[in-house]
């Protein structure tokens, strides 16, 4: 049973472009136009613009903005910095959306699923927003409502995206961007199916099991759909608010070792990435242990792509350049030059230098808190001054994972020998035994097929 106004329909889409199409082309235009007659351009204006527009939506283009934010050279500086500061966190619909989307999935009757439902939102994202309920065993729960129309605004904010990023390619080529594009667009309309997040809701909890710091919600089949997803309530506080708190530093430890394991034992023993690192997706609790939220957006790496990443923290802790190839060429990076493999090992020996020293230190051992920033400018320049290079689909998550998570380590100021962690998780990596602790997990939890590698 669906909505109207839920229909995947031109007139949403319409409806999308008409709200988005004034900030995304008009601040496009003016950028084209400052370049081609000279005028001065004031980007971070035109940033701020567009971040006030996107702030103000509800739906995946700010999820987006988010992702690009972190991907090096997706966006110019100007917009970046502005667009990173976008948090999904839009004011909730209200209690005549709630009766209707509750309906349309459980029915007249939904009502009677319930002990207790609570018709006051106590969160709201991008995509939908999320009611505390308790079932007639006494089950608390989550649900969390779809937003209407979502499936034409994902096509809408694709549209607008697709016309962002080829404007930024004519004015500045260092990134090529067509398998950026093809990989969001792909995960973006995934996160629009709420039954392929409960699979991998559960494939998280299977591949987290054995992982006392790290807690994951339990979806309840029952009362999940396609566009309603309810799970097992979990207690916790947003990290956000913890850190505004001055934790002290054993507890901030404590909490990044949870994120690290979180993240990165699912990655090197199953070959799968969570794709939103965002502070909004962690609750903390007394013990310093995580809740680890929303999995709408995961990828599924091949072993031997895990295999590269490893060998590629190995090519830069030895430099060595013939092992670092190898490793480009295993991601997929094609048709890369000595000179532009040079201006990539730049950008690995910043993301994989905390690993190579085996002694406790922060994630960034340099104060500049602009230091990632300068990194970042340095490889662009590189890459536009040698051809520029056209990073394969895998690179879009995993970097936004790594920058996002490094990220927080930096806001936690946790100090942690990341070497040990690392090693503890690589050790005895094995290409078959990954594909085969994959298959298995990935069949146990019932994840539909398109995220695999």
Request: net charge negative; proline share 5%; charged share 25%.
């Amino acid at each position: 049973m669906a909505d109207a106004e839920d229909s995947s329909t031109l007139f949403g889409e319409i409806r999308r472009i008409a709200k988005t199409s004034g900030a995304v082309g008009g601040i496009a235009a003016r950028v084209v136009g400052a370049r081609a007659f000279g005028i001065r351009n004031d980007r971070s204006a035109h940033a701020e613009d567009l971040k006030t527009i996107l702030g103000g939506l509800k739906g995946p283009l700010m999820k987006v903005a988010q992702f690009l934010s972190s991907v090096p050279d997706a966006l110019p500086q100007e917009y970046a910095m502005e667009l990173s500061q976008l948090q999904s966190n839009a004011p909730a619909m209200g209690p005549a959306f709630v009766k209707r989307r509750m309906s349309s999935e459980l029915g007249p009757d939904w009502k009677s699923r319930f002990r207790t439902f609570n018709e006051t939102a106590a969160a709201a994202a991008s995509l939908g927003q999320v009611h505390r309920a308790t079932l007639h065993d006494g089950s608390d729960v989550a649900c969390k409502l779809q937003y209407p129309d979502m499936a034409s605004t994902v096509e809408a904010d694709l549209r607008q995206l697709k016309l962002a990023m080829a404007v930024y390619h004519r004015m500045d080529g260092a990134i090529l961007q067509d398998d950026i594009y093809k990989e969001l667009s792909e995960r973006l309309r995934e996160e629009l199916d709420y039954l392929r997040e409960a699979a991998q809701m559960r494939l998280y909890g299977i591949m987290l099991r054995d992982e006392p710091m790290v807690h994951v919600p339990v979806p309840v089949p029952t009362h999940t759909t396609k566009r309603l997803l309810t799970m097992s309530w979990l207690n916790g506080r947003p990290l956000m608010r913890r850190l505004e708190e001055d934790a002290p530093q054993e507890e901030r430890n404590r909490i990044a070792e949870s994120l690290f394991k979180a993240w990165y034992v699912p990655f090197y023993r199953y070959g799968v990435i969570h794709g939103d690192p965002h502070l909004g997706n962690y609750q903390v609790m007394p013990d310093g242990s995580v809740n680890l939220l929303d999995f709408g957006v995961i990828r599924v790496f091949g072993a031997q792509f895990v295999r590269g990443v490893i060998e590629l923290f190995e090519a830069v802790r030895d430099r060595d350049d013939t092992k670092a190839r190898r490793a480009y060429d295993t991601w997929g990076f094609t048709n890369v030059s000595d000179e532009q493999m040079a201006v990539l090992n730049e950008w690995a020996h910043f993301l994989y230098e905390p690993l190579t020293q085996d002694r406790v230190r922060r994630i960034q051992e340099d104060d500049d808190p602009m230091f990632g920033r300068s990194v970042a400018e340095r490889v662009h320049a590189g890459l536009k001054r040698t051809g520029g290079v056209k990073p394969p689909r895998e690179f879009v998550l995993m970097d936004r994972s790594a920058i996002g998570l490094g990220g927080v380590f930096l806001r936690l100021k946790a100090e942690l020998n990341w070497s040990r962690l690392f090693h503890d998780l690589i050790d005895d990596f094995n290409t078959e035994e990954l594909a085969a602790r994959q298959a298995a997990a990935l069949a146990e939890a019932g994840v539909p097929p398109g995220i695999g590698p």
